[in-house]
């Protein structure tokens, strides 16, 4: 009807838009690919005003916008919480403090199979756990637990002590 008439620069945006997703993911719009993109493309296109003004300026083609990751599609704000995030759990796989650890070769890496390992104790280095907040009799029984790291693959996983 009149929608298909009308001479907004707007509709002629959402029509190439439309197109650019047809030509990404099929012709298609019962294709799951298709939609989960073009709801993306619509939720952050409704809250990323940056993003909304880069679009309606010309910077980021339908094309362009239709090629971007979730994480190019996000506002600054998120993507900074992504990243501090990503940091925190990175500072969480990585310990420093193996550098006290004992060297032994009595463990075998599960990835590897070497036996180049370095060990500490982790029963005093852990938080308090749901089973010791409750009083669990599980919390006296993981006092002998190392944490065993490989030193050819960098491999890390707890053990008993041997």
Known sequence: GDAVEDPSPLFDLGRAMEAALFEHHGAS?????????????AFNLKGNASLRARVLEGDVTPAALCALSPDELATDALRANRRRMEEKATRKRTRNDMDAATKTDKYTCRECHSIDCVYMMVSGHRDIGKNETWG???????????????????????DTML
């Open 29 to 41: 719009t019962d294709n799951p690919e298709y939609r989960s993109k073009a709801r993306s493309i």
């Open 136 to 158: 669990s009799k599980d919390s006296q029984a993981d006092d002998g637990r190392v944490l065993v790291k490989c030193t050819a693959c960098q491999s890390e996983w707890t």
